[in-house]
């Protein structure tokens, strides 16, 4: 079905096909969504060459990074979920109160249908195949909307899903914001969205008017701590690979640098010398570094540099979507490049006199998806992660919570709700129905009418 064919009611046949799968019992079995997870892995395996150029055709990106931060990262999130998954599926045994002596307490994991899964553009593959494989291991059917953004990988997607896998299990509807908006607005069971906290509001309002639960994973201006005490050497390596791997269109990417003022100038020619060691002495040769996604980005970006607080970079190439790693220095709250995520390949320094100011600084803006701290202080340690709300985030390292299958990883506030990863994932797109087992073999009246005083005192013995 053609791209300009998905109405409402194209949309609707797919949804009620998925949930009557899902009624038959059809997602029911362990073995069946195993069935499903080690497809998937063919499926990618068989198309891994194609996503390669896909990645490299949408985002200019390198064999080694769109293996690492795509392709190998959802090997991986499949085989953990393979390992763990029969151990999930198992009812949950719970207390139960004294009051309901000879009962038994048991959580049960359902699926919750048909789940729509909107896609972003800078980790376009794994950010839209990821959370599927928690749909799938919790018994869901899906769709899938990749970002029309990048076309190349959405259509590789598609070719993928569709050579797989049956649309009662899964489809991919591909389009523009008219496409999503008609997704939307559908009755599915549950929309799962990576993407801006601006769309999110979208998307949640939305799912509201059919009470829809959403699991939104948005962004923000993640903060990085550089206190007084660092390894500079060490925050220098990590902050530059983290701010631009994937050209610093990364939701958890350092968005900006809050440095203490007695080691910033030191941190500055530090990250310098870092982005020469990671790119060369011309970056735009590097075959590492990859590009904007498209011209209003690029443009986007270029808007919010300021020529006299550049100290490293800032030249770019429109035509090629390239601008270089860039550091401004002497920002303030002011500044344009404060003002929204910056989402590319820029970053700024801003100053502070010590910890608490940081704090601060941080607590007058909305709650960020990551935070990130270089500090030697278990004292400094426990200040900040005790104090500042944020999605998650790391200590002395950037990035990595991601990383791991062990940790959510979602938002909190303005930067999302809901977590997945892991065995989060599962969650996330599981109900918790709540059982409670009563035995037949005795039936005591005290719940029952007539309510004697004397029912009345054994009540309060109870409840109190």
């Known amino acids: ?21 899902i ?23 068989s198309h891994e060459s194609e996503i390669r150029e896909a990645l490299l055709q949408d985002l200019g990106k390198s064999e080694f990074e769109g293996y690492m931060t795509e392709i190998g990262y959802l090997y991986d999130t499949i085989s953990y979920t393979l390992k763990h998954l029969k151990r999930w599926m198992r009812p949950q045994r719970v207390k139960t109160p004294l009051v309901h002596f000879g009962s038994k307490s048991a959580i049960y994991r359902e699926p919750y249908g048909s789940v729509l899964i909107i896609g972003p553009f800078n980790y376009p593959f794994m950010l839209m195949l990821d959370p599927l494989v928690g749909a799938l291991a919790a018994g869901n059917c899906a769709v899938l909307k990749p970002s029309e953004y990048t076309p190349h990988v959405s259509a590789v997607i598609a070719q993928m899903v569709s050579a797989y896998f049956s649309p009662d299990i ?52 993640s903060p990085c701590i550089v206190d007084a005490d660092a390894d500079l050497e060490l925050a220098a390596k990590r902050i530059i690979w983290g701010k631009f791997v994937n050209m610093g269109q990364t939701c ?3 968005d900006y640098v809050l440095a203490h003022r007695n080691i910033k100038q030191a941190l500055i020619k530090k ?3 870092q982005i020469t060691t990671f790119y060369g002495e011309i970056p735009r040769k590097s075959p590492d570094l990859g590009r904007i996604v498209n011209e209003r980005h690029w443009d986007r970006l270029n808007g919010l540099l300021d020529a006299e607080k550049v100290v490293a970079g800032g030249d770019g190439n429109r035509e090629e979507l390239y601008l270089a790693p860039t550091i401004m220095d002497g920002v303030t709250w002011e500044d344009p490049v404060m003002q929204e995520e910056i989402f ?40 900040v992660l005790g104090q500042v709300s944020f999605g998650g985030g790391c200590v002395n390292d950037v990035l990595m919570h991601l990383a791991t299958p062990y940790l959510p990883f ?15 994932s599962f969650e996330a797109f599981s109900h918790r129905k709540g059982v409670l087992h009563k035995s037949t073999s005795f039936n005591p009246d005290m719940m029952y009418p007539p309510y004697t005083p004397k029912k009345l005192q054994l009540v309060r013995r109870f409840l109190k």
């Open 1 to 21: 079905m053609g791209t300009a064919e998905w109405t409402s009611e194209a949309v609707g046949e797919v949804i009620a096909s998925q949930q009557d799968f």
């Open 23 to 45: 009624a038959a019992g059809g997602t029911r079995t362990l073995e069946f969504r195993r069935a499903q997870l080690l497809k998937l892995k063919e499926a990618v395996k």
């Open 170 to 221: 899964i489809q991919v509807i591909e389009g523009g914001k008219e496409t999503t908006s008609e997704l939307i607005h559908a009755p599915f069971d549950l929309i799962f969205f990576t993407g801006s906290p601006e769309i999110g509001k979208v998307v949640m309002k939305a799912a509201a008017e059919r009470l829809v639960p959403v699991v939104l994973e948005l962004g923000g201006k």
């Open 252 to 254: 958890v990417a350092p």
């Open 271 to 273: 990250l310098k010398q």
């Open 344 to 383: 590319g390949p820029i970053l700024p320094i801003l100053e502070m006199d010590h910890l608490d100011q940081a704090i601060q600084m941080i607590h007058r803006r909305p709650k960020p998806l990551a935070l990130y701290l270089f500090t030697k202080s278990k004292h400094s340690e426990r200040e």
């Open 410 to 424: 979602g938002g909190v506030g303005n930067s999302g709700m809901g977590s997945y990863h892991g065995h989060y």
